[in-house]
């Protein structure tokens, strides 16, 4: 089953393109309409954007930590010497900032033993009143292990926000800033692309030359992938897929691992609905499950087993592909994630499978009950799809 929260904010998909697959966001100073393909969330802005003014950039002290309210973690007040420190900033209407959290989280216990705290800032929600802080304590404690970091409210005074965002001149989350044991902020960039950095700067061999020589890489790299993702949509427009194809390589070659591997999602999902070439789809079963963040992340193999088995664009289904990867999101997920849990037992179903997919779909079902953010909508729905597969 697609779970509740949307998986296509999770992804970067080429499913409906309507906009370019990848942007930098803006802050929200206007009435939001987020595009969940984006790698960072945007609202639309109310004119020409400006250029911020930047005060912050990499090799300058980091500012201090001064938020509303810490909620998950012990309170950070300040940089203790000789400790890392990785400050990301997040909103709870951001796919993108939301499909980071696992990441955030495994680097977190990686790291947990090497003097290396993470800190995640909610920051830019909408809108700011009474009940916001409250809507936010309870959107982080849903999220329960996806978030297993210290989690921060900045609040309607934005004053970490200005300390850090603005002053660097970053519209987009999320965004994530990395302290070295001296203080500095020796690195800063989308939270997908820290791996190497954040290794490098715990084993005190990173540069702080090398950060902002990335840092003018990425953004020569903004023209390329706006002509890039022009080029993806003339394609797609055209039909020319092909080209679709060829554009998507290139596209990744400037993206960072975590975040590349996703762009085979968009390739198998595009080939599979807009091009209508289903063998072609099908034959990137192994290619999906090798690639880094996608093979190893049971949200996304769950949403590409789930369209394969519901979507209405899939003209042909094949049962043993989905079989397959919603069996090894299933393992990645320990058994303990309801929604997939639920397309396992579809797959099975479908396969003929008929106890298989009753046993499973009790068990989705029971999960979904004691789970905290449990909807009417949802349990209905399996309890509809146990009582088909009993026949009842």
Partial sequence: MKPTRTLAAVLLTLAGLTAPLLAQGTTPTAPATIDNTDVKAKPTPAAEPVAPKTTLAVGDKAPALVVE???????????????????EFWATWCGPCIAAFPHLSKLQAEYKDKGVTFIGVNVWERPYNEGTLDKVAAFVENQGDRMAYTV???GKEAKTNKAWMEAAGQNGIPHAFIVNQDGIIAWMGHPMGMDEPLSKIVAN????????????????NEAKIALINKRI???????????AMTAIDELKALMPAQMAGRMEFSRFNLLL???????????????????????DNAQILNDIAWRVLDDEKVITRNFDFALELA???????GGKDGMILDTLARAHFEKGNKAQAIELQEKALALAKASADADPETIAKLEANLKRYKGN
């Fill in 233 to 243: 949509n003339d394609a797609i427009k055209a039909k020319n897929w092909d080209d």
């Fill in 327 to 333: 069996t090894k999101a299933n393992e990645l997920s």
């Fill in 273 to 295: 609905t807009r091009a209508n070439q289903p063998e072609r789809a099908y034959a990137m079963k192994e290619t999906l499950l090798a690639t880094k963040g996608v093979g």
């Fill in 152 to 154: 921060a409210f900045d």
């Fill in 205 to 220: 061999s990173w540069k702080i030359e090398d950060a902002k020589a990335d840092e003018a890489k990425e953004k020569a």
């Fill in 69 to 87: 309210k810490f909620l998950k973690g012990e309170p950070v007040t300040a940089f203790t010497p000789g400790k890392v420190y990785v400050v």
